[in-house]
């Protein structure tokens, strides 16, 4: 070792130098097998869903891999054949689309407008916005419920819709807003002395530049939404509700129908699941961008 080697391994501080011994194989497969550790619930889940009932009452999901031939897919055959869940699903969809795609159109306009727009009072605005995530929903539960029964949307699909909408908006402008303001402003003038009017700098600028922002609000409320069950069993139509309420009624009414419920509960994970895988990119680049900025 040369004495400059000497030199700069002195000068560096204690957190770099745990830092750099951390990074070695031993803590990669520790991080390895903490992510194990919290799959086995999802893995555990998927195998009892391909178990007959007897099998799941009589032994845990383990026993598959001492007996394979437990594995079977009747469970899923009964689910897709059960109207209940099969109806609940595409409930779901009707209220998590509309839902995400809102409070993403929604939060950008005016994480946009915070950002870059001047307005009387537009600090003071934000501050309220940024206020209202303080707000639990369940605060907003009674008085949202007359107001919805007077407007003639309790128990309706496009209520739902709005109650998570409204909820969602206060984060989603918040982080947009944030996001937005580290554009470059000579970007920005740039193409305004191009003759790009704000319409145009919104559609063509800022919402490519914040796509990997968008694309994380988007997967945050997906999975917010598709997985809320307090607010579906409130506000939602009893007769055609969302698939938590389903699968919760299914419990209710048959008790030893535990194939079908963990087949249903697997599959309406599969969902969000399927959506952050293929849109993981995005999310750790809005992630990444915005521990940088």
Same mark, same amino acid.
């Given at each position: 070792?040369?004495?400059?080697?000497?030199?700069?391994?002195?000068?560096?501080? *204690?957190?770099?130098?745990?830092?750099?011994?951390?990074?070695?194989?031993?803590?990669?497969?520790?991080?390895?097998?903490?992510?194990?550790?919290?799959?086995?619930?999802?893995?555990?889940?998927?195998?009892?869903?391909?178990?007959?009932?007897?099998?799941?009452?009589?032994?845990?999901?383990?026993?598959?891999?001492?007996?394979?031939?437990?594995?079977?897919?009747?469970?899923?055959?009964?689910?897709?054949?059960?109207?209940?869940?099969?109806?609940?699903?595409?409930?779901?969809?009707?209220?998590?689309?509309?839902?995400?795609?809102?409070?993403?159109?929604?939060?950008?306009?005016?994480?946009?407008?915070?950002?870059?727009?001047?307005?009387?009072?537009?600090?003071?605005? &934000?501050?309220?916005?940024?206020?209202?995530?303080?707000?639990?929903?369940?605060?907003?539960?009674?008085?949202?419920?007359?107001?919805?029964?007077?407007?003639?949307?309790?128990?309706?699909?496009?209520?739902?819709?709005?109650?998570?909408?409204?909820?969602?908006?206060?984060?989603?402008?918040?982080? *947009?807003?944030? &996001?937005?303001?580290?554009?470059?402003?000579?970007?920005?003038?740039?193409?305004?002395?191009?003759?790009?009017?704000?319409?145009?700098?919104?559609?063509?600028?800022?919402?490519?530049?914040?796509?990997?922002?968008?694309?994380?609000?988007?997967?945050?409320?997906? *999975?917010?939404?598709?997985?809320?069950?307090?607010?579906?069993?409130?506000?939602?139509?009893?007769?055609?509700?969302?698939?938590?309420?389903?699968?919760?009624?299914?419990?209710?009414?048959?008790?030893?129908?535990?194939?079908?419920?963990?087949?249903?509960?697997?599959?309406?994970?599969?969902?969000?699941?399927?959506?952050?895988?293929?849109?993981?990119?995005?999310?750790?680049?809005?992630?990444?961008?915005?521990?940088?900025?």
């Amino acid at each position: 070792m040369t004495t400059l080697d000497t030199a700069v391994r002195a000068e560096q501080s *204690l957190p770099a130098r745990i830092a750099a011994r951390l990074g070695g194989g031993a803590v990669r497969l520790f991080l390895v097998a903490v992510g194990l550790f919290w799959l086995t619930p999802t893995v555990g889940l998927l195998l009892s869903s391909l178990r007959d009932k007897r099998d799941i009452a009589a032994s845990g999901w383990w026993q598959v891999f001492a007996h394979p031939a437990q594995l079977t897919t009747d469970s899923y055959s009964k689910l897709f054949h059960n109207d209940t869940v099969m109806e609940s699903l595409g409930t779901t969809a009707l209220i998590t689309v509309p839902a995400t795609v809102l409070v993403i159109l929604v939060g950008a306009l005016a994480g946009y407008a915070f950002a870059w727009l001047d307005f009387p009072g537009r600090d003071w605005w &934000f501050m309220a916005v940024v206020g209202l995530l303080v707000v639990p929903v369940q605060v907003a539960l009674i008085p949202v419920a007359k107001l919805f029964n007077t407007l003639g949307i309790f128990e309706s699909t496009p209520g739902v819709v709005l109650f998570h909408t409204a909820f969602g908006l206060p984060f989603a402008v918040f982080l *947009l807003r944030n &996001f937005f303001a580290e554009i470059p402003r000579e970007l920005l003038e740039a193409a305004r002395l191009d003759g790009a009017g704000e319409l145009r700098l919104f559609l063509r600028v800022v919402l490519p530049l914040g796509g990997p922002a968008i694309a994380s609000l988007g997967i945050f409320q997906f *999975l917010w939404v598709w997985n809320d069950m307090l607010i579906a069993l409130i506000f939602a139509d009893s007769g055609h509700p969302p698939v938590t309420v389903a699968l919760q009624q299914q419990v209710r009414q048959f008790g030893d129908n535990i194939d079908i419920l963990a087949s249903g509960a697997f599959l309406s994970m599969a969902v969000p699941l399927a959506v952050f895988f293929a849109f993981q990119r995005q999310f750790v680049s809005g992630v990444m961008a915005g521990a940088v900025k």
